[in-house]
């Protein structure tokens, strides 16, 4: 059976692997909200190294990642493209296409958007990668536990049960898709008629997936009141928490 590597977790006994799951969690959300308003490419090659450090101490390999997200670059091109001759400023080139001119502003600022993409996507996958389900279950929450008029428990369980089927989705997408390779499917000129065939066994196989994993739990007499979590941070995990979520807050004042 096809499988990818992203969004899984892979076992280790990395200093990522055993960091408190609740740091990890806030440590993802600090960086995404500032990657969001890094704009300077300087904030942004910080953020990179950030990421870069991370990635070695968790033992990932960076090549593995960007050859699985292909499909994600190939998007984030076109991305660049379009907006690099769809944003008014200073022409690179005396060219026109379809009426459109490539602009110095539209290249800068579409550079920029596919960059934060990539950390972020890069920063989610650490996580989820060095995160077991039912650690991220738990972390999620304890994070909730204090604050009032939320049950905890569904909200842990709608969010874990999300990194469960965001995999499945993925692994049944490259199944497919190896599958008509096989059959020359992908050989049709009408895309039409390739989309569908791909986007209806992807929904199917989706929701029967799904309605496995609720019946797994049914089975197992799954409830929302069960024994709480606890956790018990070390120094390495205060210290790792506190590195790089201060390296990430003066990167944005920076």
Request: proline residues 4%.
């Amino acid at each position: 059976m096809a499988e990818l590597n992203i969004f899984h977790y892979h076992p280790a006994n990395s200093v990522i692997h055993r960091m408190d799951a609740r740091f990890k969690l806030i440590w993802m959300l600090v960086f995404n909200i500032i990657c969001t308003f890094a704009s300077s490419p300087v904030q942004l090659a910080l953020l990179t190294i950030i990421t870069l450090t991370a990635l070695s101490l968790s033992q990932l390999q960076l090549s593995s990642l960007l050859k699985e997200i292909k499909s994600f670059l190939v998007f984030m091109v076109f991305i660049i493209l379009f907006q690099t001759l769809s944003t008014p400023g200073k022409p690179i080139l005396d060219i026109t296409i379809w009426s459109f001119t490539p602009t110095y502003e539209g290249f800068l600022s579409s550079l920029t958007l596919g960059w934060r993409l990539l950390l972020i996507i890069l920063v989610c996958n650490i996580f989820i990668s060095s995160t077991s389900l039912s650690t991220i279950r738990n972390a999620i929450q304890s994070l909730l536990q204090p604050l009032p008029f939320i049950n905890e428990a569904k909200v842990a369980t709608m969010f874990s049960l999300l990194f469960v089927v965001i995999p499945v989705i993925l692994d049944q997408a490259l199944e497919i898709s190896d599958a008509q390779q096989s059959r020359c499917i992908a050989l049709r000129k009408n895309y039409i008629q390739k989309l569908i065939l791909f986007c209806y066994p992807l929904l199917l196989n989706t929701f029967l997936k799904a309605d496995q994993i609720v019946t797994a739990m049914e089975a197992r007499c799954y409830s929302e009141f069960r024994t709480r979590p606890t956790f018990n941070p070390t120094l390495s995990d205060w210290y790792l928490f506190l590195s790089f979520t201060g390296t990430c807050l003066i990167i944005l004042f920076f």
